[in-house]
């Protein structure tokens, strides 16, 4: 079966070990397993936990606890709404192969995560893209939306907030969406890799799952919460789908690994000390990052309201490409060709921003000495 290589992480393989400074990472500053366990004040006790823990394939959907504790995090999930997988990647493709059938029509916007649209396209689905424009910071045109959907569309991906944008659709508009996908009895599928990270503390966004009764939403460890490394990730979706993907998890998970269930425990039950963490670096580094962008007359970007990536718009005349393989061998400054998302985004950059802020100033100062040259080149 022929699937479209993943352009965001072929290229991140390819160029990302040997980065001096790293500007494509997309996860808030990762945490050691010592960081999480002494922000949780019980150390000695959890890690003689991980000591006596039988390492059988334990409870096959995630421990019920585990699912306690996502479902807590939604208004209207219980334990049965929820599945555990290896990571929000693993979330989507499995929620994909459970979803969609040859002939099928599906609706993702884009740019977004690439298995939002290949995935579909690979298992025979006809995709429709619906593109985020720069010129409407990047929100979803509910108008062209109307236009695109059929009587035959079964499920419309969403993903909020938006990688590689930032950019986050507020409850207004995820209602409009739900209205639009409930006229023609569609699934909403909403990627939420990153909705714990809205910068603005005054602005609450409420998960797609808790706003339409067919709505499928996946959810991981990694971005917000720092703990990529656990792999693991989520579904919340009705009863009914989570046990028709249980039966399609069969054949790829069996089950998600225990110590795995037990870290990811630990950092749900102090999630309120780890968002305060990572909000914290979120903020600061986005700061950062609008200084610099204020300062360069010829780099663009939509102020980034949620998670951890931007997308900057730039006028010089080079490949996205080119410009991040000259960037890298230049002094090793990494970032994120547009062209990963799309031919359409070849004039644009994407930006990781959530670690050390000291860090991110050093390697955009190298950015900024890389467009003096580009500068010079043109005279
Ligand atoms: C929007 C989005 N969804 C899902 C993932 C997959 O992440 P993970 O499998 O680590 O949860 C990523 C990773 O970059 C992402 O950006």
Not at 9 to 33: H, I, K, P, R, Y
Not at 75 to 102: C, H, K, Q, W, Y
Not at 111 to 118: I, M, V
Request: net charge negative.
């Amino acid at each position: 079966m022929y699937i479209a290589p993943f352009g965001v992480e072929q290229w991140m393989n390819e160029w990302e070990t040997g980065a001096v400074a790293n500007l494509a990472e997309t996860c808030v500053d990762s945490m050691t397993a010592a960081e999480l366990l002494d922000l949780s004040g019980r150390r000695e006790e959890i890690l003689e936990q991980m000591m006596d823990l039988r390492l059988s394939y334990g409870d096959i959907l995630g421990s019920d606890e585990i699912r306690e504790l996502i479902a807590s995090l939604y208004d209207s999930a219980d334990r049965e709404n929820v599945v555990v997988m290896n990571g929000g990647a693993a979330a989507n493709f499995i929620a994909m192969f459970t979803l969609v059938s040859p002939g099928d029509e599906v609706i993702s916007v884009y740019p977004t995560y690439q298995q939002l649209y290949s995935i579909p396209e690979a298992f025979g689905a006809s995709v429709k893209l619906l593109r985020l424009r720069y010129e409407d910071d990047f929100q979803l045109d509910i108008g062209a939306l109307e236009k695109l959907v059929t009587d035959r569309t079964k499920v419309i991906c969403v993903n909020n907030s938006n990688n590689p944008t930032g950019s986050l659709m507020k409850e207004p508009l995820l209602r409009e969406i739900t209205r639009v996908a409930d006229s023609v009895g569609a699934w909403l599928y909403c990627d939420e890799a990153y909705r714990f990270m809205v910068h603005d503390p005054g602005v609450k966004v409420p998960s797609a799952a808790d706003l339409y009764e067919k709505s499928i939403v996946s959810c991981g460890l990694s971005k917000c919460f720092s703990l990529a490394g656990l792999r693991l990730g989520w579904l919340v979706a009705p009863k009914q789908f989570i046990r028709d993907v249980a039966d399609h998890r069969d054949y790829t998970t069996i089950s998600c690994g225990r110590l795995d269930d037990l870290l990811g425990r630990v950092a749900i039950k102090n999630r309120e000390k780890i968002f305060a963490r990572n909000l914290k670096i979120v903020r600061k580094c986005a700061s950062v990052l609008e200084e610099w962008v204020r300062n360069e007359p010829r780099v663009g970007c939509v102020k980034p309201e949620c998670g951890t990536t931007a997308f900057l718009r730039y006028d010089y005349d080079i490949a996205s490409e080119d410009f991040c393989k000259r960037l890298f061998k230049k002094d090793g400054t990494f970032l994120l060709p547009g062209k990963c998302f799309g031919p359409e985004f070849d004039r644009f950059l994407r930006v990781g921003y959530a670690y050390e802020p000291g860090v991110l100033a050093s390697g955009l100062k190298k950015v900024s000495g890389f467009l003096r040259e580009l500068e010079a080149e043109e005279t």
